[in-house]
């Protein structure tokens, strides 16, 4: 009895040391998958933290280019207020008898004077800033290629580190393991993979490093919004950086500022009825009247709400028979505005098909300050007879007439069946009523003229620019949309809609910044030192092969069954054991595996108790290479990871898959390259 429940005994406490050593190295196995694949995410959410920190500097530096060309461009603006003095000076002279010349030459000279030392000064400063900062951005942008290749790299070396540190001896990669992270190197390190048609949504690269010197077609370019080429990227930095500007590299009139009256830039405007007004000067609209049959009438005269000066007068006769009532009015409006922005700009040829990269682009900026005499005028006549008997009155006549000249534009027109006297009442964003005298042309039922009409006089212009040789903006570069060509006119703070010129033309007019200058400080380039936008790194948002890579990734390790027994058998003063001790559990397919999944994050802490990281607006912000809050954590496998492990590690189908073609031809392709 002894000797057979001896050898029992034995049997058990041998299959327990194999079982118990096999679950140990399954537990350290795992440790070490776990490790790996934490430690991986870990440095590639620092790759991602550190090429978001260094794409705003980026950013930050071309907003700092901006604003000096912009300060370069008030400084040009500021000296050209002489010449346009001394130019008006040359009509005036005459009729004046000369009086103009000994008030403007002192003023102009003033202007010039100032004008030209602040120019000195601010081009220099142009020039120093735009170098400065381009050669900063392009070592940004080294800097980031070789950051991203480093983590590459590193996270290669964590993988035998982890291994030796923390797995049991002899483990190594799994065949799955290694595919899987081929594949990640492929879709987030961006590496190619050999045989993989990389263009397919599958093998998408969550990351991306943009190349300025890679060019699409002008079309291809514009239909491009999600940055896929590397065209298209630079039109989305390039958005971002004009839209990160300060109130002063923008312009006042930029959207979504232009109607906060807080919004302080380089543009302004002074009504000068209005200030009058303010000042006491002028009244606000007083109102007279007389009430009472027959005869009515009524009268209001001062400044408007939004600067206008002037007068409606209107009465009529009502009798039991009949009657009429005439109504008219006459405003007038004189602004000091000045407008201006800088922009960065894709600059291309204007014709044909052309190429547009990161290159491409070009800071210049704008600005313009114009005299604007506004003009209203109008009124209205009804008549009407009444039946006694129905005691119903029939109109005869009834027209209205209206006439303003505001903006560069004039309209005239008639309207029927309810003249339309006066400004019209509107609300503004906070409620309050505003009467506006630009809504009447929307209330005519016949148009006699309504287009452009100059009611302005330019006292100051200037248009500058930085960039290379090869990006030089050109006149037709500078057609705005009224006259075909490509600049919007809300463009450069809306400085665009006005005439940017030394002299005002003597030959046909042209408005907006078609008009180059005619003295060479206004056409050259201030600087070339700007060569484009640098090399940058940004995520493209992809999550690619059905989610087992890009920020995902997954990590296996394998150990076979025979370097299982010389671990803890050859190399450990005994043999394995033999005969009726033999033991026969085998590992499936020969190998004991591990997996292990990872994945980079993006998390901004929005906690109220936060306040040091919570955006100031509340809004959820999104992952991508310009926020840096990327985070690693581990996650959970999926059931398709583990059905992928089983398929690829063991050759064991465990079940058909049908989780979509995404799925399927994934399986197929890691068929494909098994041997």
């Given at each position: 009895?002894?000797?057979?429940?001896?050898?029992?005994?034995?049997?058990?406490?041998?299959?327990?040391?194999?079982?118990?050593?096999?679950?140990?190295?399954?537990?350290?196995?795992?440790?070490?998958?776990?490790?790996?694949?934490?430690?991986?995410?870990?440095?590639?959410?620092?790759?991602?933290?550190?090429?978001?920190?260094?794409?705003?500097?980026?950013?930050?530096?071309?907003?700092?280019?901006?604003?000096?060309?912009?300060?370069?461009?008030?400084?040009?603006?500021?000296?050209?207020?002489?010449?346009?003095?001394?130019?008006?000076?040359?009509?005036?002279?005459?009729?004046?008898?000369?009086?103009?010349?000994?008030?403007?030459?002192?003023?102009?000279?003033?202007?010039?004077?100032?004008?030209?030392?602040?120019?000195?000064?601010?081009?220099?400063?142009?020039?120093?800033?735009?170098?400065?900062?381009?050669?900063?951005?392009?070592?940004?942008?080294?800097?980031?290629?070789?950051?991203?290749?480093?983590?590459?790299?590193?996270?290669?070396?964590?993988?035998?580190?982890?291994?030796?540190?923390?797995?049991?001896?002899?483990?190594?990669?799994?065949?799955?393991?290694?595919?899987?992270?081929?594949?990640?190197?492929?879709?987030?390190?961006?590496?190619?993979?050999?045989?993989?048609?990389?263009?397919?949504?599958?093998?998408?690269?969550?990351?991306?490093?943009?190349?300025?010197?890679?060019?699409?077609?002008?079309?291809?370019?514009?239909?491009?919004?999600?940055?896929?080429?590397?065209?298209?990227?630079?039109?989305?930095?390039?958005?971002?950086?004009?839209?990160?500007?300060?109130?002063?590299?923008?312009?006042?009139?930029?959207?979504?500022?232009?109607?906060?009256?807080?919004?302080?830039?380089?543009?302004?405007?002074?009504?000068?009825?209005?200030?009058?007004?303010?000042?006491?000067?002028?009244?606000?609209?007083?109102?007279?009247?007389?009430?009472?049959?027959?005869?009515?009438?009524?009268?209001?005269?001062?400044?408007?709400?939004?600067?206008?000066?002037?007068?409606?007068?209107?009465?009529?006769?009502?009798?039991?028979?009949?009657?009429?009532?005439?109504?008219?009015?006459?405003?007038?409006?004189?602004?000091?505005?000045?407008?201006?922005?800088?922009?960065?700009?894709?600059?291309?040829?204007?014709?044909?098909?052309?190429?547009?990269?990161?290159?491409?682009?070009?800071?210049?900026?704008?600005?313009?300050?114009?005299?604007?005499?506004?003009?209203?005028?109008?009124?209205?006549?009804?008549?009407?007879?009444?039946?006694?008997?129905?005691?119903?009155?029939?109109?005869?006549?009834?027209?209205?007439?209206?006439?303003?000249?505001?903006?560069?534009?004039?309209?005239?027109?008639?309207?029927?069946?309810?003249?339309?006297?006066?400004?019209?009442?509107?609300?503004?964003?906070?409620?309050?009523?505003?009467?506006?005298?630009?809504?009447?042309a929307g209330d005519a039922d016949v148009s006699i003229y309504d287009g452009p009409f100059p009611n302005t006089a330019p006292i100051g212009a200037a248009f500058v620019q930085s960039g290379s040789t090869a990006n030089k903006i050109t006149t037709p570069h500078l057609v705005t949309e009224a006259t075909g060509g490509p600049v919007s006119e809300d463009s450069y703070g809306k400085a665009a809609a006005r005439l940017l010129a030394r002299y005002y033309p003597t030959g046909p007019q042209a408005t907006g910044i078609v008009f180059q200058p005619s003295d060479p400080r206004y056409t050259d380039v201030v600087s070339t030192s700007h060569k484009g936008l640098p090399r940058y790194i940004d995520t493209t948002g992809s999550e690619p092969l059905a989610k087992m890579g890009g920020p995902l990734l997954i990590v296996g390790l394998q150990m076979g069954e025979d370097d299982f027994d010389t671990a803890h058998y050859d190399d450990h003063g005994g043999a394995e054991p033999a005969g009726q001790f033999t033991l026969d559990?085998?590992?499936?397919?020969?190998?004991?595996?591990?997996?292990?999944?990872?994945?980079?994050?993006?998390?901004?802490?929005?906690?109220?108790?936060?306040?040091?990281?919570?955006?100031?607006?509340?809004?959820?912000?999104?992952?991508?290479?310009?926020?840096?809050?990327?985070?690693?954590?581990?996650?959970?496998?999926?059931?398709?990871?583990?059905?992928?492990?089983?398929?690829?590690?063991?050759?064991?189908?465990?079940?058909?898959?049908?989780?979509?073609?995404?799925?399927?031809?994934?399986?197929?392709?890691?068929?494909?390259?098994?041997?």
């Amino acid at each position: 009895m002894t000797m057979m429940f001896g050898v029992v005994l034995v049997l058990v406490a041998l299959t327990l040391f194999r079982t118990g050593r096999i679950t140990s190295d399954k537990m350290e196995m795992q440790n070490a998958a776990d490790a790996i694949a934490y430690s991986m995410s870990t440095i590639e959410a620092r790759d991602l933290n550190f090429a978001a920190y260094t794409n705003r500097a980026i950013v930050a530096n071309e907003v700092a280019m901006g604003q000096a060309l912009g300060m370069a461009s008030w400084a040009h603006h500021w000296e050209s207020i002489g010449d346009f003095l001394q130019e008006y000076d040359t009509y005036l002279a005459t009729p004046t008898l000369g009086i103009s010349t000994t008030i403007i030459t002192p003023m102009a000279t003033g202007f010039r004077t100032t004008g030209t030392v602040f120019m000195t000064i601010m081009d220099a400063y142009a020039k120093v800033m735009t170098a400065v900062n381009t050669n900063v951005n392009l070592a940004y942008g080294i800097a980031q290629q070789i950051y991203h290749l480093a983590a590459v790299v590193n996270t290669l070396g964590v993988i035998d580190e982890m291994i030796q540190k923390n797995a049991p001896d002899n483990t190594q990669m799994s065949g799955y393991g290694v595919l899987m992270l081929l594949a990640h190197l492929g879709t987030y390190g961006g590496l190619p993979l050999p045989g993989v048609i990389t263009s397919q949504d599958a093998f998408a690269p969550f990351t991306k490093s943009y190349n300025p010197t890679s060019k699409e077609t002008k079309e291809d370019w514009q239909a491009d919004t999600a940055g896929e080429t590397d065209a298209g990227g630079y039109g989305r930095l390039a958005a971002i950086i004009q839209d990160s500007g300060d109130p002063f590299t923008k312009g006042r009139q930029n959207p979504p500022y232009h109607d906060n009256p807080d919004y302080t830039g380089r543009g302004w405007e002074i009504n000068l009825f209005k200030k009058m007004e303010e000042a006491g000067l002028l009244p606000a609209p007083i109102s007279l009247g007389v009430e009472g049959p027959p005869v009515s009438g009524y009268m209001r005269f001062g400044v408007w709400p939004d600067g206008w000066l002037g007068f409606e007068m209107g009465g009529g006769f009502d009798t039991p028979i009949g009657g009429f009532s005439i109504d008219y009015y006459i405003k007038i409006q004189f602004t000091m505005k000045r407008e201006g922005g800088s922009e960065l700009r894709a600059v291309m040829p204007v014709t044909g098909n052309p190429q547009v990269g990161g290159t491409s682009f070009a800071w210049s900026s704008a600005d313009a300050t114009n005299f604007e005499l506004g003009f209203a005028g109008g009124g209205g006549f009804e008549a009407w007879i009444t039946i006694p008997i129905i005691d119903q009155d029939i109109t005869i006549i009834d027209i209205g007439f209206d006439i303003l000249v505001d903006n560069d534009h004039m309209f005239i027109g008639f309207s029927f069946g309810g003249s339309e006297s006066g400004c019209h009442t509107t609300q503004d964003e906070d409620g309050n009523d505003v009467e506006s005298c630009e809504t009447v042309a929307g209330d005519a039922d016949v148009s006699i003229y309504d287009g452009p009409f100059p009611n302005t006089a330019p006292i100051g212009a200037a248009f500058v620019q930085s960039g290379s040789t090869a990006n030089k903006i050109t006149t037709p570069h500078l057609v705005t949309e009224a006259t075909g060509g490509p600049v919007s006119e809300d463009s450069y703070g809306k400085a665009a809609a006005r005439l940017l010129a030394r002299y005002y033309p003597t030959g046909p007019q042209a408005t907006g910044i078609v008009f180059q200058p005619s003295d060479p400080r206004y056409t050259d380039v201030v600087s070339t030192s700007h060569k484009g936008l640098p090399r940058y790194i940004d995520t493209t948002g992809s999550e690619p092969l059905a989610k087992m890579g890009g920020p995902l990734l997954i990590v296996g390790l394998q150990m076979g069954e025979d370097d299982f027994d010389t671990a803890h058998y050859d190399d450990h003063g005994g043999a394995e054991p033999a005969g009726q001790f033999t033991l026969d559990e085998a590992f499936g397919a020969g190998d004991m595996t591990a997996i292990a999944k990872s994945e980079v994050y993006f998390d901004r802490p929005l906690d109220r108790f936060v306040d040091y990281f919570a955006r100031s607006d509340g809004h959820v912000e999104h992952g991508s290479a310009f926020n840096p809050y990327w985070q690693a954590r581990l996650i959970e496998t999926s059931h398709a990871d583990r059905v992928l492990a089983l398929l690829v590690e063991h050759g064991e189908v465990a079940q058909t898959i049908t989780f979509g073609e995404d799925i399927d031809s994934l399986v197929d392709w890691l068929a494909g390259l098994l041997p």
